[in-house]
């Protein structure tokens, strides 16, 4: 008989669906025989693709291994084999991804809740998988908000997750994806805790789409909130703010932003005025910037006169005056960028 090594039987077990692989467990698994292979097929599992989700969320996501917020705890409380494997195998990355059923608010705020207890009081056996097992982290989280709920209690949680996970120090710079969509986390400190995002030094994609997100915010006195200081942390390549209530884009927001920046998206937004500057200049990584659907009536073409060729700019639904659409159009065809209106 010829013997393979233990990782070339794990690479082939990857042909096999997470379900599949299950299945195969649940067969072998009470003959003695099959000991080693059934913790082979384990190893598959637990090496993969770790997400951790809510109770019955809004969507589904493809994983190599599936857990609640509660069974994932469960797996550092339980003594049984399969569990202690769980804590010594390494997962390629783990994704927390909670999203939300329009019917469901009790539950997902609980989940939430336990979330956050695990971060701030989690056990020893988990915050040391958290330091020493996890190397990248995807985190989502869309609360699927309803304008006739009382938002306050779902609001106060989302805030208080994003601080924690931006002082734990097993976690904040492992985490390379970061979502939160559809909350009203805008209307609440934002300009407190939109400081917090430049502690995330491993983020390439941030999507803060439908939140609420503004500006300014002149009943508080608070002008030019994300251009006043930093807020995304270096190395950032997407992000995402369509859905909001940004009126304006200043000098010094697009100034603020890393040069790292690859996509910038600012679709439906009430967005009036660009200040003048140069885009290409300030942001020479910049690949495609999303304008459509604002209410843009005046902008200077030469914004955009030091962007490079291959740049895409996107301004559907404007109400720029033809002069200006003839400008960009020559100045684009000039430079070889694509602007599409």
Same mark, same amino acid.
């Given at each position: 008989m010829i013997l393979l090594p233990d990782e070339i039987i794990v690479n082939i077990f990857k042909y096999l669906s997470s379900k599949e692989t299950i299945k195969l467990i649940k067969k072998l698994e009470w003959d003695p025989r099959f000991t080693a292979i059934v913790d082979l097929l384990y190893q598959r599992l637990y090496h993969g693709r770790l997400l951790i989700i809510n109770e019955d969320p809004k969507q589904k996501f493809e994983s190599d291994y599936e857990l609640t917020v509660d069974s994932f705890?469960?797996?550092f409380t339980s003594t049984t084999h399969e569990h202690s494997l769980f804590r010594t195998i390494r997962p390629n990355y783990v994704e927390f991804k909670f999203s939300r059923n329009a019917s469901d608010y009790r539950t997902f705020i609980n989940t939430l809740y336990k979330f956050h207890t695990l971060l701030t009081r989690g056990s020893l056996e988990v915050q040391d998988y958290f330091e020493n097992l996890i190397l990248q982290v995807n985190f989502y989280i869309d609360a699927n908000?309803? =304008?006739?709920e009382n938002p306050n209690t779902l609001t106060t949680i989302i805030i208080k997750i994003l601080l924690e996970l931006s002082d734990n120090i097993h976690l904040v710079s492992k985490i390379k994806e970061f979502t939160i969509k559809c909350t009203d986390i805008g209307a609440f400190y934002q300009?407190?805790?939109?400081?917090?995002l430049s502690r995330f030094t491993s983020l390439e994609y941030l999507d803060l789409s439908q939140n609420l997100l503004q500006s300014s915010n002149y009943q508080e006195q608070e002008f030019d909130i994300w251009g006043k200081e930093k807020k995304f942390p270096d190395g950032l390549k997407e992000l995402k703010l369509d859905?909001?209530?940004?009126t304006e884009i200043t000098k010094e927001f697009?100034?603020?932003?890393?040069?790292? =920046?690859?996509s910038l998206s600012l679709n439906y937004n009430t967005i009036e005025m660009i200040e003048p500057c140069s885009i290409g200049v300030l942001l020479p990584n910049l690949k495609c910037l999303d304008l459509n659907y604002n209410n843009l009536t005046a902008l200077e073409p030469s914004i955009f006169k030091d962007c490079a060729r291959g740049f895409d700019l996107r301004l559907k639904a404007s109400h720029l005056d033809d002069t200006t659409v003839d400008q960009l159009?020559?100045?684009?065809?000039k430079n070889g960028y694509k602007v599409t209106f």
């Open positions: 705890e469960d797996m908000l309803v =304008l006739i300009s407190k805790w939109s400081n917090y859905f909001n209530m940004f697009i100034t603020k932003l890393p040069n790292s =920046l690859q159009k020559i100045l684009a065809k």
